[in-house]
């Protein structure tokens, strides 16, 4: 849960409305639920329309606490749901005209098992097809194509996506303004694999268990596992740098 300051003279971002925060606050805030967050990426989430912080005489951002709940539900869609901005603006709409959606739920339990033992694909929480994902991340079909020759993104068997491809994409765009090209982040694949396999070490006797609660367990546990590892690495990246991240 999120607690935005109450105002007061000691808050120090204020213009009009002493609830106004700056960028910087809003980062401190979400970091507590989301520490992979980074300014670069409330700025990209500003851009796609998802928030509109109000600005200063001098073009600064201010963000008042609905902004900031705005932002952290916008979060917990990427991160719960693999939803993509579009999918993701659709539902704020819905909301705003007092219409929720409904979001996907993975599926969990015997079935998943199941599913592995038939040698069919596991659940997802969503999955887009190979036009939704160019549509959703802005893309042309040739950037695709280059970013798969990488290995930063695979097609499904059935042709389709994982939905945590669009968040891949977007974050790929993001890099991108920096001069950080898709050839630079092979790397980075290569320590996701890495990674990826030694959770997958960890994980394999709860998947094979004879009781369906543990094996259900085993996604959560992987779940907890690549949290960790994520915040592991930019803590090490930091530490490589010698700098502290904002």
Same mark, same amino acid.
């Given at each position: =849960?999120?607690? +935005?300051? !109450?105002?007061?003279?000691?808050?120090?971002?204020?213009?009009?409305?002493?609830?106004? =925060?700056?960028?910087?606050?809003?980062?401190?805030?979400?970091?507590?639920?989301?520490?992979?967050? +980074?300014?670069?990426?409330?700025?990209?989430?500003?851009?796609?329309?998802?928030?509109?912080?109000?600005?200063?005489?001098?073009?600064? !951002?201010?963000?008042?606490?609905?902004?900031?709940?705005?932002?952290? %539900?916008?979060?917990? =869609?990427?991160?719960? %749901?693999?939803?993509?901005?579009?999918?993701? !603006?659709? %539902?704020?709409?819905?909301?705003?005209?007092?219409?929720?959606? /409904? #979001?996907?739920?993975?599926?969990?339990?015997?079935?998943? $098992?199941?599913?592995?033992?038939?040698?069919?694909?596991?659940? +997802?929480? @969503?999955?887009?097809?190979?036009?939704?994902?160019?549509?959703? $991340?802005?893309?042309?079909?040739?950037?695709?194509?280059?970013?798969?020759?990488?290995?930063?993104? $695979?097609?499904?068997?059935?042709?389709?996506?994982?939905?945590? @491809?669009?968040?891949? @994409?977007?974050?790929?765009?993001?890099?991108?303004?920096?001069?950080? &090209?898709?050839? %630079?982040?092979?790397?980075?694949?290569?320590?996701?694999?890495?990674?990826?396999?030694?959770?997958?070490?960890?994980?394999?006797?709860?998947?094979?268990?004879?009781? /369906?609660?543990?094996?259900?367990? @085993?996604?959560?546990? $992987?779940?907890?596992?690549?949290?960790? +590892?994520? !915040? #592991?690495?930019?803590?090490?990246?930091?530490?490589?740098? &010698?700098?502290?991240?904002?």
């Amino acid at each position: =849960m999120l607690h +935005t300051p !109450r105002g007061g003279a000691d808050s120090g971002t204020a213009t009009v409305d002493s609830r106004l =925060m700056s960028i910087g606050t809003v980062l401190n805030l979400l970091r507590e639920e989301f520490p992979e967050v +980074t300014i670069s990426k409330i700025r990209f989430l500003e851009s796609e329309g998802l928030v509109e912080p109000e600005r200063t005489p001098s073009g600064y !951002r201010k963000f008042s606490p609905g902004d900031v709940e705005r932002l952290a %539900h916008v979060l917990r =869609m990427q991160r719960d %749901h693999y939803l993509p901005l579009k999918v993701i !603006r659709e %539902h704020l709409d819905a909301e705003e005209r007092g219409e929720p959606l /409904p #979001l996907p739920v993975p599926s969990q339990g015997g079935d998943a $098992a199941g599913a592995g033992e038939r040698g069919e694909a596991g659940p +997802t929480a @969503a999955r887009v097809g190979r036009d939704e994902l160019l549509a959703a $991340a802005g893309i042309a079909e040739e950037e695709l194509a280059e970013w798969e020759s990488y290995g930063l993104l $695979a097609p499904l068997p059935d042709g389709g996506y994982d939905a945590a @491809a669009v968040v891949v @994409a977007e974050l790929v765009q993001e890099l991108g303004r920096f001069g950080i &090209g898709p050839r %630079h982040l092979r790397a980075a694949r290569a320590a996701a694999d890495r990674e990826a396999g030694l959770i997958d070490q960890v994980v394999a006797p709860l998947k094979v268990h004879r009781n /369906p609660q543990t094996r259900a367990h @085993a996604q959560e546990r $992987a779940t907890e596992l690549a949290g960790l +590892t994520v !915040r #592991l690495h930019a803590a090490l990246v930091q530490t490589a740098l &010698g700098v502290r991240l904002p």
